[in-house]
C-alpha cells in the first residue's frame, strides 16, 4: 500500500481539522451548555478543562500555533485521564476506566503537536 504514501500530507490535513473541531465540541460543551452538555464553568477544574479544549480545538482546526495548542491540549488528556479516569474508577485499563477517548486525543495531540499545522492552515 505504499502508493497511499503520496496521500499524506493531503490526509494529515482533514485528520488535524477534524480532531480540533471535535475537541472545541467538548470545550464548547463545558463553556456554553451546547450540543447535549452542560455548562460547567462554576466548576473550576471544568472551567479550564472547557477553556483548553475550546481554545486549543479551534487553534488546531485553523491551523494556528499549532505545535503549542497540540501540546497543551495532549497534556490536559493525559491529566484527565489520571486525574478522572483512572482515579475515579480505581484502574489504569482504558477500557475498563471509560477512558479511551482521552488516551486517543492525548497521543493524536502529542503526534500533531511534533507534526505541526501543515497543509491547509492559516500559520505554516
Known amino acids: 500500500?505504499?502508493?497511499?504514501?503520496?496521500?499524506?500530507?493531503?490526509?494529515?490535513?482533514?485528520?488535524?481539522?477534524?480532531?480540533?473541531?471535535?475537541?472545541?465540541?467538548?470545550?464548547?460543551?463545558?463553556?456554553?451548555g451546547v450540543l447535549g452538555g452542560q455548562s460547567m464553568v462554576h466548576v473550576p477544574m471544568m472551567l479550564i478543562a472547557g477553556i483548553i479544549e475550546f481554545g486549543g480545538g479551534v487553534l488546531i482546526a485553523i491551523g494556528l500555533f499549532t505545535r503549542?495548542?497540540?501540546?497543551?491540549?495532549?497534556?490536559?488528556?493525559?491529566?484527565?485521564?489520571?486525574?478522572?479516569?483512572?482515579?475515579?474508577?480505581?484502574?489504569?485499563?482504558?477500557i475498563?476506566?471509560?477512558?479511551?477517548?482521552?488516551?486517543?486525543?492525548?497521543?493524536?495531540?502529542l503526534y500533531i503537536a511534533t507534526r505541526g499545522t501543515g497543509k491547509w492552515g492559516i500559520q505554516k
Do not use: D, W
Not at 501540546?71 to 478522572?84: K, N
Open 96 to 109: 475498563v476506566n471509560q477512558g479511551e477517548p482521552a488516551v486517543i486525543y492525548c497521543f493524536v495531540f
Open 68 to 94: 503549542i495548542a497540540a501540546f497543551i491540549t495532549s497534556g490536559q488528556m493525559a491529566a484527565a485521564y489520571f486525574m478522572v479516569h483512572a482515579h475515579m474508577h480505581g484502574s489504569y485499563v482504558p
Open 1 to 32: 500500500m505504499k502508493f497511499l504514501s503520496k496521500f499524506e500530507p493531503t490526509a494529515y490535513a482533514p485528520m488535524r481539522i477534524v480532531i480540533g473541531f471535535l475537541f472545541a465540541c467538548h470545550g464548547a460543551q463545558k463553556l456554553f
